[in-house]
């Protein structure tokens, strides 16, 4: 949606709005803005890339440096040196030391090419010339390549559709180029000469090319006032503009006859930064005041001229703390009373299956202990018979035994008598 506005802001509006070339900067941002009148606008005005700070060491936001890469045996790179503006040129191989150099004048007259004496085969690869300025956060580079010969008539230079070879006799002398005379990297003005900053105003019906010039400022400290509006504080820019990179514009007490077409331009001539934002303000009807709120004034008590002033001192009474106990809302009693009956309920549960387990229980140990006892007396009826039977045939025995000793013994005494007999009649 906000795309779609800026669109439409720079080609629907009039001519004045939608103007922008390059000598006035790119216009990055276009607002409607209304505001009821004896109000403060604030038009905002912001860029990081605005901010400025001295360098008290002439500017060690610029380096150069050259890279070598190698292709044999693998591909390697190895930085060769690098130089800043007030420091002197860094070679980081001692076998380069007096061999390999820069001009010293580099970051004066922007040239930045690399001197190589005594052309060796181990000089052969890819040269890289990086320019860098951190302030401006710009980076340009270039790459060079370097083949060596043995024959003076192979020498040569070619464009070969990437970048630039030369073709060194050993044990010569080659320049590899390295060129760049843009103000940006040579010394110049100063940075604080070409960072302006001013704010335009055209009035409704009036052509941008008269529009009226609020104030300049500079990064150097340096403010330039147009008009009566900033003397008497009507306009205002903070002092710390260029600190913090903040230029809004500061409105008080909108009038009517302050709206209009309001454009905010942004040069950095040192790093090519060219900006415009605008704003059209439209002052809207006052807001309506607040309502007034009336309060009586306290009545003055006065004293009847035979009172005595002594005897009119009325002791206040101290305030008394009153505790006041609420009654618990009637929800909060069921729901205790719930809590009481349900945890009454649980008890009574689980009593009653303590009771009925203990019933079965007994019932059951009732019923073993009379079939034990039914066992038992089945048993002793048939050790009762078998005794009986035991018994029975003891006596049998000893009847029998009693009757076979008769026999015998009278068997013994008729033999007794049949001797006796015998003998008897043996005598005679």
């Not at 529009?211 to 504080?233: I, K």
């Not at 709206?259 to 807001?287: D, N, T």
Request: glycine letters at 6%.
């Amino acid at each position: 949606m906000l795309l779609l506005f800026l669109i439409s802001a720079v080609f629907f509006m009039p001519s004045a709005w939608g103007q922008s070339s390059s000598s006035l900067g790119v216009v990055v941002e276009a607002r409607n803005i209304t505001l009821p009148a004896g109000t403060q606008a604030v038009l905002p005005c912001n860029s990081p890339r605005m901010v400025w700070t001295r360098d008290r060491l002439k500017d060690r936001q610029r380096v150069v440096h050259w890279d070598l890469v190698r292709s044999i045996p693998e591909y390697s790179v190895e930085r060769i040196l690098d130089m800043s503006p007030g420091v002197k040129e860094r070679v980081y191989n001692g076998f380069n030391k007096g061999r390999i150099t820069i001009p010293k004048t580099a970051f004066t007259d922007g040239n930045f090419s690399l001197v190589i004496n005594n052309v060796g085969a181990a000089d052969r690869g890819v040269y890289s010339c990086n320019l860098h300025h951190h302030y401006c956060q710009l980076h340009q580079s270039i790459k060079i390549q370097l083949n060596t010969t043995k024959s003076a008539r192979k020498e040569k230079r070619y464009w070969d559709g990437d970048k630039t070879v030369f073709v060194v006799l050993l044990g010569s002398s080659v320049v590899l180029p390295c060129v760049n005379r843009r103000p940006l990297w040579t010394e110049g003005q100063q940075e604080d000469q070409q960072q302006v900053a001013h704010w335009d105003w055209q009035p409704p019906g009036v052509r941008p090319d008269l529009a009226d010039r609020l104030v300049d400022l500079y990064a150097s400290g340096e403010r330039r006032q147009y008009g009566p509006l900033f003397p008497v504080d009507k306009m205002s820019v903070s002092e710390d503009a260029f600190s913090v990179g903040d230029f809004s514009l500061t409105i008080s007490n909108l009038q009517p006859i302050d709206k209009g077409l309001y454009s905010c331009h942004l040069h950095h001539h040192y790093c090519g930064l060219h900006e415009r934002r605008i704003f059209r303000l439209m002052v809207g009807p006052p807001l309506p005041p607040p309502p007034l709120v009336l309060t009586a004034a306290p009545a003055v008590p006065h004293a009847l001229p035979n009172d005595d002033p002594s005897h009119n001192v009325v002791e206040l009474e101290r305030p008394r703390v009153v505790n006041v106990i609420l009654p618990e809302h009637r929800g909060h009693f069921f729901q205790q009373l719930g809590y009481i009956l349900a945890t009454f309920f649980l008890l009574a549960f689980i009593i009653t299956i303590v009771i009925v387990l203990t019933t079965r229980r007994r019932k059951r140990g009732l019923e073993y202990d009379l079939q034990r006892s039914k066992r038992r007396g089945h048993v002793t009826g048939h050790e009762d018979i078998a005794l009986d039977a035991t018994e029975l045939k003891v006596c049998n025995q000893e009847h029998l035994n009693s009757d076979y000793k008769n026999n015998l013994l009278k068997e013994r005494d008729m033999s007794k008598d049949r001797n006796k007999e015998m003998d008897g009649k043996l005598w005679k």
